[in-house]
Nanobody, 114 residues
Framework: QVQLVESGGGLVQAGGSLRLSCAASGFIFRLHSMDWYRQAPGKQRELVASITSSGGRTNYADSVKGRFTISRDNAKNTVYLQMNSLKSEDTAVYYC???????WGQGTQVTVSS
């Protein structure tokens, strides 16, 4: 079955950086687009970034453009989210999502202190 396991979250000061990882299994990873979402307390889950199967095309929410970078390593079945210049409003649980299977990871908490 499809399994997505996120890691790399934590507590960081504003202006700092984190890199999230999502290890995928149970499907042919290199054939599928992947997404990162986030959900802040009291807010709806929102799409942060997307990447095509080859990694050739990416898309970002306006709120993270220029600060976050999504990438993937198809040899390792892993998708990444590099987050730089973090702000307090980036505080949320971050989820990996395999769109083709409507499958979510368990999430990883990112907390940015101001």
């Amino acid at each position: 079955q499809v399994q997505l396991v996120e890691s790399g979250g934590g507590l960081v000061q504003a202006g700092g950086s984190l890199r999230l990882s999502c290890a995928a299994s149970g499907f042919i990873f290199r054939l599928h687009s992947m997404d990162w979402y986030r959900q802040a307390p009291g807010k709806q889950r929102e799409l942060v970034a997307s990447i095509t199967s080859s990694g050739g095309r990416t898309n970002y929410a306006d709120s993270v453009k220029g600060r976050f970078t999504i990438s993937r390593d198809n040899a390792k079945n892993t998708v990444y989210l590099q987050m730089n210049s973090l702000k307090s409003e980036d505080t949320a649980v971050y989820y990996c999502y395999a769109r083709a299977f409507s499958s979510w990871g368990q999430g990883t908490q990112v907390t940015v202190s101001s």
